[in-house]
């Protein structure tokens, strides 16, 4: 979630419903983390699963933390790394999806010199399984850049909200994000015990493949905010 100073009042309250929003789309049992970037990147909730999350307590830091700039392509980076360490560690399994959603109503005007050139190297090779990057852009977001990020990448998707007001455009947006999530449901099934990949837009079977049920696990800086 951006936490910079031009989130503060109504829009942050409408992130704060949208990280609901995109809740609901999770079991009780998937993990969910929440992270908040202006000035730095704060975790505010580390991964857990769903059902675990204080909600009251998550929502309270985050509106303590709002003020500052927006550290927004170094806020990725550290979300993917710390992905990355779960994987190898075997936090996350080889079959969950993991979504991290990503709100900003501006620009990155505080990452570091060169920030935005390794997420784009890091984006093309991201080293997580079944892994997709979900840009909300709301109100004043630059698009550009995330557009380019996103060019060639079909787990990079850009929901650009900029045309609906103030924190409108965050409901609508996070509206768009939990839609897109729910056609992600599956994108890998078993078949005679071992994972495959499914047809994603419509959930099939791959050709050749036997029954078997969906593999419907999902994690991470993810399906979170």
């Known amino acids: 979630l951006d936490a910079s100073g031009s989130m ?13 929003t995109i809740r609901k789309v999770l079991r009780n049992e998937d993990h969910v983390a929440v992270y908040a970037f202006n000035d ?5 909730t580390p991964r857990m699963p769903n059902f ?11 509106r303590e933390l709002v003020g500052g700039r927006t550290q927004l392509w170094d806020s990725i980076l ?3 790394a710390t992905l990355r360490e779960h994987a190898k560690a075997g936090k996350i399994k080889p079959d969950v999806h993991v979504d991290v959603v990503v709100l900003s109503d501006g620009g990155d005007n505080v990452s570091s010199r ?12 991201p080293g997580i399984r079944n892994f997709h990057l979900i840009f909300l852009a ?3 977001a630059d698009t550009a850049q995330m557009h380019e990020l996103a060019h060639g990448k079909k ?14 455009a ?3 947006a996070f509206g768009k994000a939990q839609s897109f999530l729910l056609r992600k449901v599956a994108t890998t099934v078993t078949v005679n015990g071992k994972t495959v990949k499914a047809d994603v837009e419509r959930h099939k079977v791959p050709a050749g493949g036997g029954g078997g049920g969906a593999g419907r696990g999902r994690s991470g800086g993810g399906r979170s905010g």
């Open 8 to 20: 503060s009042g109504a829009r942050t309250t409408e992130a704060l419903e949208g990280v609901g």
């Open 40 to 44: 730095t990147t704060t975790c505010v």
């Open 52 to 62: 675990a999350v204080d909600s009251d307590r998550m929502e309270a830091a985050v």
């Open 78 to 80: 550290n979300i993917m």
């Open 114 to 125: 060169g920030a935005f050139e390794r997420l784009n190297e890091e984006l093309a090779h």
């Open 138 to 140: 709301v109100c004043e």
């Open 155 to 168: 787990h990079v998707v850009v929901i650009d909200e900029r045309s609906t007001d103030g924190a409108a």
């Open 170 to 172: 965050i409901k609508r």
